[in-house]
């Protein structure tokens, strides 16, 4: 039996089962390409360090935002740091 489910639906933002969403941190969009890939990245890193899931959503919500904001191809992308500090 699951015990949450974590979902991504992209400009709208994230939710975790039923009862607890995050709206999407708002951007200048220049591509999306990777975003969700970076959002579940990121949610794996912050549940890794310790973090609780809704602190890691927003934490996977600042970091594709982030992303969405850099062109695809982007040699360079950010830390966490960076993303903590946004």
């Not at 699951?2 to 991504?8: F, T």
Request: charged letters at 15%.
């Amino acid at each position: 039996m699951l015990e949450r489910v974590r979902a991504s639906s992209a400009p709208k933002g994230s939710s975790i089962s039923r009862n607890c969403g995050l709206t999407a941190y708002p951007v200048d969009v220049v591509d999306t390409t990777g975003a969700g890939d970076v959002f579940h990245g990121a949610y794996a890193l912050a549940i890794g360090a310790g973090l609780d899931v809704r602190n890691a959503m927003a934490f996977s919500a600042a970091t594709a935002a982030m992303k969405c904001a850099t062109p695809a191809a982007a040699t360079e992308f950010t830390t966490s740091t960076s993303v903590l500090h946004s």
